[in-house]
């Protein structure tokens, strides 16, 4: 049943056709994508300019969302919402094109990297849903400021978008990301509506000993991006035998600034002082330790490696198994230097978000 608040959008999607309306989704997210890549470039006018005007001043609350990060986040995301793209992705999805009564999906956002939480929001939105959303304090500025601007744009976006800082209610589906820990709470608390529910992932990247210098620069991008923060970053090297690891690192010399970061730099200290502590072997390369490990979960400001032999590098079977992995960066996978900068159709955990909030709300 649709409340009298929902009812003018929804009958807007039912007295237009199904290709009327997805068109004019599709220019709302454009129209947004536009505003965000504009307040990345510092423009300060239009709906650009409240996106420009955080990139300074989220700092303050949140040293992870340094000015450089919250540009590339705001670009990242931007530059994937082109008309080119959403016809693209969306036309996957003919059951877009259908009548559907819309269903309300509760998202529980996580706050480790700017925007991480924007994708959900987008598949939630842009297949005609409602978005209750349960933002994480750390990235909340950001998250409305991108809901202020699409209601902006499209005004009868409004009754779809409620952002609470209280418990998610009245909903028919949920997504939410966490930690490991806080993930067995979400299963056990949503145990009984559909849901998505993520957990800790880590990304690896496999080198074969032919990689360019330039590959090998870019290697350092997805190592370094948002602090090493994302589960899209790379914490994991496998080498092959012989490789010499510590050259790498003359690769990575443009992130040498983040030893100027404070957070970052008393991580390197901490880690490299347990290190020494222990008697554990390392190699210091000035901004970053490198050990070798078969763990894929290292501490900040350190990066795992692990040789592999000369067979050939298998793929971790038992990370892959065990649902550890987000990406594999490297030949015949993905190209380096685009691990954090994931396309539309690239979703979390390999699971299709489209896919999953169309289950429910087919008109019988």
């Known amino acids: 049943m649709i409340s009298d608040s929902h009812y003018h959008f929804y009958n807007f999607a039912r007295v237009k056709t199904g290709i009327?309306?997805?068109?004019?989704?599709?220019?709302?997210?454009?129209?947004?994508?536009?505003?965000?890549?504009?307040?990345a470039e510092g423009m300060t006018t239009g709906s650009a300019g409240r996106f420009a005007e955080l990139i300074d001043t989220l700092q303050h609350s949140n040293p992870w969302?340094?000015?450089?990060?919250?540009?590339?986040?705001?670009?990242?995301?931007?530059?994937?919402?082109?008309?080119?793209?959403?016809?693209?992705?969306l036309s996957a999805y003919p059951e877009l094109q259908e009548e559907?009564?819309?269903?309300?999906?509760?998202?529980?956002?996580?706050?480790?990297?700017?925007?991480?939480?924007?994708h959900d929001l987008l598949c939630v939105l842009v297949t005609g849903n409602r978005l209750q959303a349960k933002l994480s304090n750390r990235d909340e500025p950001l998250m409305r400021a991108v809901t202020e601007t699409l209601t902006d744009i499209e005004p009868e976006l409004a009754?779809?978008?409620?952002?609470?800082?209280?418990?998610?209610?009245?909903?028919?589906?949920?997504?939410?990301?966490?930690?490991?820990?806080t993930s067995r709470y979400f299963e056990y608390y949503f145990r009984n509506i559909p849901s998505i529910i993520r957990r800790n992932r880590n990304s690896i990247a496999i080198l074969d000993g032919t990689e360019s210098p330039g590959e090998l620069e870019l290697l350092g991008d997805d190592i370094f991006t948002y602090f090493g923060l994302g589960?899209?970053?790379?914490?994991?090297?496998?080498?092959?035998?012989?490789?010499?690891?510590?050259?790498?690192?003359?690769?990575?010399?443009?992130?040498?600034?983040?030893?100027?970061?404070?957070?970052?730099?008393?991580?390197?200290?901490?880690?490299?002082?347990i290190m020494i502590v222990n008697r554990e072997p390392?190699?210091?390369?000035?901004f970053v330790l490198m050990r070798e490990s078969s763990s894929l979960t290292p501490p900040m400001a350190v990066l795992h490696y692990e040789f592999y032999p000369p067979a050939g590098p298998p793929l971790p079977e038992r990370e892959a198994a065990g649902s550890l992995l987000q990406c594999v960066a490297g030949h015949g996978h993905l190209p380096f230097g685009s691990a954090q900068q994931p396309e539309l159709w690239d979703y979390a955990d390999n699971i299709d978000t489209i896919s999953f909030v169309l289950k429910k709300n087919s008109i019988k």
């Open 231 to 273: 589960c899209r970053n790379v914490s994991k090297l496998y080498l092959p035998e012989g490789y010499d690891h510590a050259s790498l690192i003359s690769h990575w010399q443009r992130y040498d600034a983040l030893r100027s970061h404070y957070k970052y730099s008393v991580n390197y200290d901490h880690n490299k002082a």
């Open 65 to 89: 969302f340094t000015p450089d990060n919250v540009r590339l986040a705001l670009s990242s995301a931007g530059r994937t919402l082109n008309k080119e793209n959403l016809v693209r992705w």
């Open 100 to 118: 559907r009564q819309p269903v309300t999906v509760g998202v529980v956002m996580a706050g480790n990297i700017p925007l991480v939480g924007f």
């Open 282 to 286: 390392f190699t210091d390369g000035g």
């Open 159 to 181: 009754p779809f978008i409620e952002i609470t800082s209280d418990r998610l209610k009245d909903f028919d589906m949920v997504i939410a990301t966490g930690s490991n820990n």
């Open 20 to 39: 009327f309306f997805s068109d004019k989704r599709i220019r709302t997210f454009a129209a947004l994508g536009k505003a965000m890549c504009d307040g």
